[in-house]
């Protein structure tokens, strides 16, 4: 799926401001194609709620960040909401949720080969 698990510094300006996710705490960090790190930034980070959170993307390449979607991930995961790009599996989640609305993504078809459709009603 274009994801890898990333284990560089991110700036500490992001690093400062980072909302930690329980679900992702074992492999908090991707990037995507190599490029993209997605993360979870407080809204407010001197009063920070854990569901009040932007996602930034920081560019490793060109070492800044930008809080919209890259538009290349919007090209391999279009139509789905900002809180998806925080990491490939929330990615994951919101595809098998609803599997008819994302059924013609080819990620989503790349996902079902990975782990089998058995269990996925389209």
Do not use: C
């Not at 930690?20 to 407010?44: C, E, G, L």
């Not at 800044?64 to 890259?70: D, E, M, Q, R, S």
């Amino acid at each position: 799926m274009e994801w890898s698990e990333w284990v560089d510094e991110l700036p500490a300006s992001l690093a400062s401001n980072r909302r930690y996710n329980p679900d992702t705490i074992d492999s908090p960090i991707w990037i995507f194609r190599k490029r993209w790190v997605p993360i979870p930034i407080f809204k407010d980070p001197s009063q920070p709620k854990i569901q009040d959170v932007d996602i930034w993307f920081y560019d490793v390449i060109l070492q800044y960040h930008i809080k919209n979607v890259p538009a290349e991930m919007m090209i391999a995961y279009p139509n789905l909401p900002a809180s998806a790009y925080e990491h490939p599996r929330e990615l994951t989640a919101y595809m098998l949720a609803e599997p008819k609305k994302y059924q013609d993504i080819p990620a989503f078809k790349e996902l079902i080969v990975l782990i089998g459709g058995t269990s996925i009603k389209t």
